[in-house]
């Protein structure tokens, strides 16, 4: 141990600085410079000490990642999430190089399959003139169990017969008189956008791509729906050139392959189908001359357009060519609901059934009659497919042989409107004016219905507020507080990665937290009358309705989406889904 005297380490000046060099020079032993320093820092008073500890720290601090090569460091930096990358961005420039690069972000963003869009190639447009003859017919809902025919009728729910149907008080003619100046609403936005330090160029012309700033646009779309930051504007109005003349029934967003590009398909009680251009709110091809009846359902995948109708068939259309491919004539009732992807072609119908067709050919798989009442709603994955019922049921099947692998018996307290099925989960809505999601591996999910159990699946006895059903146990007021179900049927929904869609009878369409089932937004003032199909993607909600009115709820105003593939609006990581109809 080495000691010095206390005099000799009070001042720190040049003389006593070399002195000091010179004699740790003389110290070839670690250990005994820690002795030596511990010694001298005993000896000082805390003053001093706080002191030099100011003055050491900056030596204590030691850039781990900076000193690694760069391979190693990104490879540090891909465990993080991206808000932490943003805050390691500000640290200094080298850690601003390592979490600006593209290699992380564009990992981020094929994690949730946010695709860079490319350049557009200019589409052909067709056209043709509309069909103004107007049939009245069903609304494409099948009747509840027999059971439930009493109370069906008494509310209107949308599982009434023809003829309670065509009453001229369920049939809005034309559109309402109502204000079309959009509505905005706005709030601050989670991150700002405004500048280019944090995202690089905003210019809709960039051609190379920037994944940070795919990433983060995604990001603030998504704090908009949150925050119900949206501008809402209305096709199908007033002075719209070559609109439909009847209640939309049915439609779908479709991104073009070929060309990138964004359109909306559109189905009626006018019998035709409308191809809408979203980038001029104008028609670009009028499909008429299939149906003799209703086009109740609509599915677009891969250059082909599927419509079912209360006309009992289901017609084949190829966009590209613009020909009609082929008509299907195997129902006895309305088909209600068709979906197809690379390998089948599946409808459903008032006829309680469903029916499966091999894809390219169109060949007829299988039928399926388990049911007990209308098959209201179908949706398909690779494997599985999921059909949903007025008979209170929803029914998972083999896709292959049409083997019933689940039955989900009473799964909502009234008869099941619509489905979305993008595995493993499935968002069901319901005559009972709730909506449910459940996860077909762990059974788990939520209910908008207040007495709903996650834990367990079922509801209690008691009476629900919302629609007045018999429930069992009381639910605690936070629950009841966070969950606001519809008011009405719930007559179709719809799932992308981080919400959930809902539109009903009473005249509202809803966003809802995927994961939590929270309410998210309540998009009113859209619609006056009955709510009858709903499709969500990264930038807007779409909806239409007995009023002929077709609403987008914007949430991209303001924001360059140019660089935004639509192609995909849903992720999942367990199982490849194929088709968003």
Same mark, same amino acid.
């Given at each position: 141990?080495?000691?010095?005297?206390?005099?000799?380490?009070?001042?720190?000046?040049?003389?006593?600085?070399?002195?000091?060099?010179?004699?740790?020079?003389?110290?070839?032993?670690?250990?005994?410079?820690?002795?030596?320093?511990?010694?001298?820092?005993?000896?000082?008073?805390?003053?001093?000490?706080?002191?030099?500890?100011?003055?050491?720290?900056?030596?204590?601090?030691?850039?781990?990642?900076?000193?690694?090569?760069?391979?190693?460091?990104?490879?540090?930096?891909?465990?993080?999430?991206?808000?932490?990358?943003?805050?390691?961005?500000?640290?200094?420039?080298?850690?601003?190089?390592?979490?600006?690069?593209?290699?992380?972000?564009?990992?981020?963003?094929?994690?949730?399959?946010?695709?860079? %869009?490319?350049?557009?190639?200019?589409?052909?447009? !067709?056209?043709?003139? =509309?069909?103004?003859?107007?049939?009245?017919?069903?609304?494409?809902?099948?009747?509840?169990?027999?059971?439930?025919?009493?109370?069906?009728?008494? *509310?209107?729910? &949308?599982?009434?017969?023809?003829?309670?149907?065509?009453?001229?008080?369920?049939?809005?003619?034309?559109?309402?008189?109502?204000?079309?100046?959009?509505?905005?609403?706005?709030?601050?936005?989670?991150?700002?956008?405004?500048?280019?330090?944090?995202?690089?160029?905003?210019?809709?012309?960039?051609? $190379?791509?920037?994944?940070?700033?795919?990433?983060?646009?995604?990001?603030?779309?998504? @704090?908009?729906?949150?925050?119900?930051?949206?501008?809402?504007?209305?096709?199908?109005?007033? /002075?719209?050139? @070559?609109?439909?003349?009847?209640?939309?029934?049915?439609?779908?967003?479709?991104?073009?392959?070929?060309?990138?590009?964004?359109?909306?398909?559109?189905?009626?009680?006018?019998?035709?189908?409308?191809?809408?251009?979203?980038?001029?709110?104008?028609?670009?091809?009028?499909?008429?001359?299939?149906?003799? /009846?209703?086009?109740?359902?609509?599915?677009?995948?891969?250059?082909?357009?599927?419509?079912?109708?209360?006309?009992?068939?289901?017609?084949?259309?190829?966009?590209?060519?613009?020909?009609?491919?082929?008509?299907?004539?195997?129902?006895?009732?309305?088909?209600?609901?068709?979906?197809?992807?690379?390998?089948?072609?599946?409808?459903?119908?008032? *006829?309680?059934?469903?029916?499966?067709?091999?894809?390219?050919?169109?060949?007829?798989?299988?039928?399926?009659?388990?049911?007990?009442?209308?098959?209201?709603?179908?949706?398909?994955?690779?494997?599985?497919?999921?059909?949903?019922?007025?008979?209170?049921?929803?029914?998972?099947?083999?896709?292959?042989? &049409?083997?019933?692998?689940?039955?989900?018996?009473?799964?909502?307290? %009234?008869?099941?409107?619509?489905?979305?099925? $993008? =595995?493993?989960?499935?968002? +069901?809505?319901?005559?009972?004016?709730?909506?449910?999601?459940?996860?077909?591996?762990?059974? #788990?999910?939520? +209910?908008?219905?207040?007495?709903?159990?996650? #834990?367990?699946?079922?509801?209690?006895?008691?009476?629900?507020?919302?629609? &007045?059903?018999?429930?069992?146990?009381?639910?605690?007021?936070?629950?009841?507080?966070?969950?606001?179900?519809?008011? *009405?049927?719930?007559?179709?929904?719809?799932?992308?990665?981080?919400?959930?869609?809902?539109?009903?009878?009473?005249?509202?369409?809803?966003?809802?937290?995927?994961?939590?089932?929270?309410?998210?937004?309540?998009?009113?003032?859209?619609?006056?009358? %009955?709510?009858?199909?709903?499709?969500?993607?990264?930038?807007?909600?779409?909806?239409?309705?007995?009023?002929?009115?077709?609403?987008?709820?914007?949430?991209?105003?303001?924001?360059?989406?140019?660089?935004?593939?639509?192609?995909?609006?849903?992720?999942? !990581?367990?199982?490849?889904?194929?088709?968003?109809?």
């Amino acid at each position: 141990m080495i000691t010095l005297a206390d005099e000799g380490f009070t001042e720190c000046d040049a003389g006593n600085m070399r002195n000091a060099q010179d004699l740790l020079l003389n110290i070839k032993s670690i250990r005994e410079r820690e002795d030596l320093v511990y010694a001298l820092l005993h000896s000082l008073p805390k003053s001093s000490l706080a002191s030099i500890q100011r003055n050491i720290e900056p030596m204590l601090q030691l850039d781990v990642v900076g000193l690694l090569p760069d391979e190693v460091a990104l490879l540090v930096y891909s465990f993080l999430p991206w808000q932490s990358l943003l805050s390691c961005a500000l640290v200094n420039r080298r850690w601003r190089t390592l979490a600006n690069d593209t290699t992380l972000w564009r990992d981020l963003c094929a994690e949730r399959e946010w695709e860079w %869009r490319p350049q557009q190639k200019q589409h052909d447009v !067709f056209s043709s003139s =509309p069909d103004l003859s107007i049939n009245s017919d069903d609304e494409g809902m099948g009747d509840d169990e027999e059971e439930d025919v009493e109370y069906m009728l008494q *509310d209107d729910s &949308g599982f009434a017969s023809m003829a309670i149907e065509s009453s001229s008080s369920m049939l809005c003619t034309e559109t309402p008189s109502i204000p079309l100046s959009p509505i905005y609403r706005d709030t601050r936005p989670f991150i700002h956008l405004s500048g280019s330090n944090l995202y690089g160029s905003t210019s809709s012309h960039i051609s $190379k791509p920037d994944y940070k700033l795919l990433f983060l646009t995604h990001i603030r779309l998504q @704090n908009r729906m949150r925050s119900s930051s949206y501008r809402l504007s209305s096709l199908n109005t007033r /002075g719209s050139l @070559n609109p439909h003349t009847n209640t939309i029934y049915c439609l779908q967003l479709y991104t073009y392959p070929d060309t990138g590009k964004q359109v909306l398909f559109t189905g009626s009680k006018d019998r035709t189908v409308r191809e809408w251009d979203l980038e001029t709110n104008t028609v670009s091809r009028v499909i008429e001359g299939v149906h003799e /009846g209703s086009v109740l359902s609509i599915c677009v995948y891969n250059g082909l357009l599927a419509s079912g109708g209360s006309d009992q068939t289901v017609a084949i259309w190829d966009l590209a060519r613009n020909e009609l491919v082929r008509v299907i004539q195997d129902h006895t009732d309305s088909v209600l609901c068709v979906r197809f992807d690379d390998h089948r072609l599946v409808s459903c119908s008032k *006829d309680r059934t469903l029916r499966s067709y091999s894809l390219p050919s169109f060949q007829f798989q299988y039928a399926i009659d388990d049911h007990r009442a209308a098959v209201n709603a179908v949706s398909i994955s690779p494997e599985h497919i999921v059909s949903a019922s007025g008979d209170r049921s929803m029914k998972l099947w083999n896709a292959t042989n &049409g083997t019933l692998i689940r039955t989900f018996d009473s799964h909502h307290g %009234r008869g099941i409107a619509s489905i979305d099925f $993008k =595995p493993p989960y499935i968002l +069901s809505g319901s005559s009972d004016k709730h909506l449910r999601l459940l996860d077909t591996n762990s059974l #788990q999910g939520w +209910s908008t219905s207040p007495d709903f159990d996650p #834990q367990t699946g079922n509801v209690s006895e008691g009476v629900c507020e919302t629609c &007045g059903n018999a429930t069992n146990a009381a639910t605690t007021a936070a629950n009841r507080n966070r969950l606001r179900a519809h008011g *009405d049927l719930v007559r179709s929904v719809a799932l992308n990665a981080d919400f959930a869609v809902s539109g009903s009878y009473d005249t509202t369409v809803k966003i809802w937290d995927r994961k939590t089932g929270a309410l998210v937004a309540d998009l009113s003032g859209g619609h006056v009358s %009955r709510v009858f199909c709903v499709a969500i993607d990264s930038t807007k909600v779409v909806s239409c309705g007995e009023d002929q009115r077709i609403c987008i709820w914007d949430f991209s105003h303001g924001i360059d989406t140019s660089f935004i593939s639509s192609s995909h609006t849903f992720v999942h !990581f367990a199982e490849t889904w194929v088709v968003d109809c």
